[in-house]
């Protein structure tokens, strides 16, 4: 069976500091791998990916993920947070062809100022 | 591009009426969409996938009458709420592949449309 974790409901962190949500997922075949950030009452806005490749993959707004095949993780990374931040991120999973995504739970991150 | 755009964004409806909410891809063309449910606080739970031109297929546990899904088009999937309920209040989310291009693996998601049923 497909599936995403996201062990950590919250992440809270300081302005300026660097951040990290992690993501382990199990898949058979060769993963799909997507953070997607929510703001409130918003749909999803796509982040980055990894399909194959380099293991680290830089996205939009100074994220960046690396995928690791042996841990099975995709952990979300960004060296200095801003307060703008602030939202909830999902992290996703394709199988390979097929269509469906899967989705972890969710992590908020809180950047305090 | 690649925008996928939900209609209506807020609506509040009585109980034992019916909702429409719409999904469209703007600048795109998707023979897929998929529908989601969000619960406050909670992940994105897949409900469908609505294919153009045939029957949408539905996770084990939603309801096929209760949520009634129409793709009649390349870039028109209708999502029907029939005799809501407010157990049926929640926040749904459309998304969408661009199928006129190589996968590119990612998909587009509309901004949802947050259904409160009085």
Redesign the interface.
């Known amino acids: 069976a497909q599936s995403v974790a996201q062990p950590e409901d919250q992440v809270n962190v300081a302005e300026g500091n660097p951040l990290t949500v992690k993501c382990t997922y199990s898949v058979s075949g060769n993963p799909?791998l997507?953070w997607?950030v929510q703001y409130p009452?918003?749909?999803?806005?796509?982040l980055l990916?990894y399909?194959t490749g380099d293991n680290l993959v830089k996205g939009s707004y100074g994220f960046e993920a690396e995928f690791n095949k042996s841990q099975t993780s995709f952990h979300l990374k960004k060296p200095s947070a801003l307060v703008s931040d602030s939202a909830l991120y999902?992290c996703a999973v394709?199988r390979g062809?097929f269509?469906?995504?899967?989705?972890?739970?969710?992590t908020k991150l809180n950047v305090k100022p | 591009g690649a925008v996928v755009s939900q209609h209506p964004s807020w609506v509040i409806c009585k109980s034992g009426t019916s909702v429409k909410i719409e999904c469209r891809s703007l600048d795109f063309q998707a023979t897929t969409m998929f529908w989601y449910r969000q619960f406050p606080k909670q992940s994105l739970m897949l409900m469908a996938t609505s294919n153009e031109g045939s029957k949408a297929t539905y996770e084990q546990g939603v309801e096929k009458d209760k949520f009634l899904i129409n793709h009649a088009s390349l870039t028109l999937s209708t999502l029907t709420v029939t005799s809501a309920h407010p157990e049926d209040s929640s926040f749904y989310i459309c998304s969408a592949r661009d199928s006129g291009r190589a996968d590119t693996g990612e998909l587009f998601f509309g901004e949802g449309s947050r259904l409160t049923v009085l």
């Open positions: 799909y997507f997607y009452n918003r749909g999803l806005q796509f990916k399909i999902f394709r062809n269509n469906k995504f899967y989705f972890g739970s969710g």
